[in-house]
């Protein structure tokens, strides 16, 4: 009577459906996928590793590049400093149209440039020689660029004076051939 009465007051649903029953493969199955899933993970965590070391190392080949070239463009800015030294300066200090007293401004002025830039590469000299207070590559070559921009200030600086001081020869070579040109009236 008591199961009758059950059966009543159940769905027809409910009373159809018997005792549940648990697969043991598919447990093992969702076990062994996790450990793979696992597994996967940390591989997955050893290549970001490996692949942040690998953005460091290419960080670090990049500063010391720019490093490089930053000194090969200074070496360059140099090397045409004294180019200009050599050719133009010895030919307005040889013009006959620069005074006496000019000749001493002249050799300050370049000689205070060519001073600039000698203490600019003994300190490249120093920073990449040493430590330098345990900077960076990325601090030093910051610092070897601004170097670079500084001797390419002297380079145009240099060329600027020599165009003036050409110019100033030339006004004088052309005010003197005026003045002294023979009149035929």
Request: aromatic residues 6%; contains cysteine.
């Amino acid at each position: 009577m008591i199961a009758m009465a059950i059966a009543l007051l159940l769905p027809a649903r409910a009373a159809c459906q018997g005792m549940p029953t648990y697969d043991n493969t598919n447990f093992i199955s969702l076990v062994k996928q996790l450990i793979e899933s696992g597994k996967q993970t940390a591989n997955i965590i050893k290549t970001v590793q490996f692949l942040k070391t690998q953005k460091e190392n290419i960080e670090k080949v990049n500063d010391v590049v720019r490093q490089l070239k930053a000194v090969r463009e200074i070496g360059r800015n140099n090397q045409r400093l004294i180019q200009v030294l050599q050719s133009d300066l010895r030919d307005i200090l040889d013009s006959p149209y620069i005074k006496p007293d000019e000749v001493a401004r002249v050799s300050e002025s370049f000689t205070a440039i060519v001073e600039n830039s000698l203490d600019t590469m003994d300190f490249i000299d120093e920073i990449l020689s040493s430590d330098y207070l345990k900077m960076s590559d990325a601090e030093r070559a910051e610092i070897l660029k601004e170097k670079e921009l500084e001797s390419r200030e002297m380079v145009s600086n240099i060329k600027t004076k020599t165009r003036r001081y050409k110019d100033i020869i030339s006004f004088r070579k052309m005010q003197d051939k005026i003045n002294n040109r023979e009149t035929e009236y």
